[in-house]
């Protein structure tokens, strides 16, 4: 097969979806069953080697990003940039299957297959800016129109697709996401140079990692955490990691307050190597999210032998399966209460650790990549 893959993702630093697209392309890169691949970047049509992507594949990823064109900053402009550059430069590679791995599915005169991760600008419009809510509402109709083949990271996220574009359920297919071998269960020793240079100490901190906006439930999670007894919150203080989103004035203001009495760290982004080590080192991962098309972080704080608190709605069953403490997200009583149960029982902490070790390891990106090759087989007529 010949495949033409959308690269627009790889920007420093990887998002969910720039570490998706890293790890198909590396894939596909290495499938016996691809003839010949290659790259889209802002429209253009390149070779793969510009990637130069080898075991440390996600670094190489970052370096060459930071090398390639530089990317228009307004996206009106860039998105007719994009689509006047791949229509010029596609119209010779008709016989390709054009995978877009990010939402955006540029026209195109062959066949062509879209990765749509989740629908909350269509769901739950209040957790994006009124801007990208326009956008998508006005431009993903067009996108599933144009598509031969729809992918998505899960039965639930598949079932909304169906619902809301009323599309025949044989051409969207459910393609669980997987998780990198780095993130497992890291010892003491492994991790203490992360910690003391964070002022952390193995087994003693409750983690969460998402951009502070409003889908990922900040306010409720800070709600939570101060209903926790005073001593656990002392024992196990809040970290969080990841950078300052959009409508989090509010949250950042409450969580500076915890800071002040020693119960949180607040982090930032933190390199992959660091992360890694974080995820390891906590004794509770909380990441009661409103609303998920897959929940990756979940997943790889199963594969890091921490036990997890998440949400009892959309995807997150599906991932979490039997081995997470799952709660009504919108429910802070019954969040403080499973949290509460978590920290001051060891046994139960260590029942669902065994438990989300063994459930990680159904999740795999040779299996990913294997189930989006059946895909593009289908489309080829195989």
């Given at each position: 097969?010949?495949?033409?893959?959308?690269?627009?993702?790889?920007?420093?630093?990887?998002?969910?979806?720039?570490?998706?697209?890293?790890?198909?392309?590396?894939?596909?890169?290495?499938?016996?069953?691809?003839?010949?691949?290659?790259?889209?970047?802002?429209?253009?049509?390149?070779?793969?080697?510009?990637?130069?992507?080898?075991?440390?594949?996600?670094?190489?990823?970052?370096?060459?990003?930071?090398?390639l064109p530089f990317r228009p900053l307004l996206r009106w402009g860039y998105q007719k940039y994009r689509t006047m550059r791949f229509w010029q430069h596609s119209a010779g590679f008709k016989d390709f299957i054009y995978h877009a791995p990010n939402y955006s599915l540029l026209p195109f005169q062959g066949r062509s297959v879209v990765t749509i991760h989740d629908l909350s600008f269509i769901r739950h419009p209040e957790f994006h800016p009124p801007d990208r809510v326009n956008y998508w509402r006005k431009n993903i109709h067009r996108v599933v129109k144009r598509a031969d083949h729809i992918i998505t990271d899960s039965e639930f996220q598949r079932g909304e697709i169906i619902d809301v574009f009323d599309v025949e359920p044989d051409n969207v297919s459910a393609i669980h996401l997987g998780v990198s071998g780095e993130f497992r269960a890291y010892s003491m020793d492994d991790c203490a140079?992360?910690?003391?240079?964070?002022?952390?100490?193995?087994?003693?901190?409750?983690?969460?990692?998402?951009?502070?906006?409003?889908?990922?439930?900040?306010e409720r999670i800070v709600r939570a955490f101060e209903s926790l007894p005073?001593?656990?919150?002392?024992?196990?203080?809040?970290?969080?990691?990841?950078?300052?989103?959009?409508?989090?004035?509010?949250?950042?203001?409450?969580?500076?307050?915890?800071?002040?009495?020693?119960?949180?760290?607040?982090l930032g982004y933190v390199p992959d190597e660091a992360l890694w080590r974080l995820y390891a080192s906590a004794t509770v991962f909380v990441y009661p999210s409103l609303y998920e098309g897959f929940g990756l972080p979940v997943l790889e704080a199963m594969a890091s032998g921490t036990a997890v608190l998440s949400s009892n709605s959309s995807s997150i069953p599906e991932v979490a399966g039997e081995a997470c403490v799952l709660v009504d997200p919108y429910f802070v009583e019954q969040l403080t209460d499973e949290w509460r149960k978590l920290l001051s029982d060891e046994t139960k902490q260590s029942h669902h650790v065994s438990m989300g070790l063994k459930r990680a390891t159904i999740f795999t990106w040779d299996k990913c990549v294997a189930e989006t090759i059946n895909v593009y087989k289908k489309l080829d007529g195989g």
């Amino acid at each position: 097969m010949k495949i033409l893959i959308d690269i627009d993702a790889l920007t420093p630093p990887l998002t969910g979806i720039g570490y998706y697209t890293a790890k198909l392309l590396k894939g596909l890169q290495e499938a016996d069953d691809v003839g010949e691949l290659k790259l889209i970047r802002d429209g253009n049509i390149i070779e793969p080697e510009v990637l130069s992507i080898t075991e440390n594949m996600l670094q190489s990823a970052r370096v060459a990003a930071r090398q390639l064109p530089f990317r228009p900053l307004l996206r009106w402009g860039y998105q007719k940039y994009r689509t006047m550059r791949f229509w010029q430069h596609s119209a010779g590679f008709k016989d390709f299957i054009y995978h877009a791995p990010n939402y955006s599915l540029l026209p195109f005169q062959g066949r062509s297959v879209v990765t749509i991760h989740d629908l909350s600008f269509i769901r739950h419009p209040e957790f994006h800016p009124p801007d990208r809510v326009n956008y998508w509402r006005k431009n993903i109709h067009r996108v599933v129109k144009r598509a031969d083949h729809i992918i998505t990271d899960s039965e639930f996220q598949r079932g909304e697709i169906i619902d809301v574009f009323d599309v025949e359920p044989d051409n969207v297919s459910a393609i669980h996401l997987g998780v990198s071998g780095e993130f497992r269960a890291y010892s003491m020793d492994d991790c203490a140079t992360v910690l003391a240079e964070n002022g952390l100490q193995y087994k003693q901190f409750c983690l969460v990692v998402a951009t502070v906006e409003p889908r990922k439930n900040f306010e409720r999670i800070v709600r939570a955490f101060e209903s926790l007894p005073e001593e656990l919150k002392y024992a196990y203080p809040l970290v969080i990691v990841g950078d300052k989103g959009w409508l989090s004035d509010d949250i950042h203001q409450s969580i500076e307050r915890l800071i002040e009495k020693k119960q949180a760290h607040r982090l930032g982004y933190v390199p992959d190597e660091a992360l890694w080590r974080l995820y390891a080192s906590a004794t509770v991962f909380v990441y009661p999210s409103l609303y998920e098309g897959f929940g990756l972080p979940v997943l790889e704080a199963m594969a890091s032998g921490t036990a997890v608190l998440s949400s009892n709605s959309s995807s997150i069953p599906e991932v979490a399966g039997e081995a997470c403490v799952l709660v009504d997200p919108y429910f802070v009583e019954q969040l403080t209460d499973e949290w509460r149960k978590l920290l001051s029982d060891e046994t139960k902490q260590s029942h669902h650790v065994s438990m989300g070790l063994k459930r990680a390891t159904i999740f795999t990106w040779d299996k990913c990549v294997a189930e989006t090759i059946n895909v593009y087989k289908k489309l080829d007529g195989g």
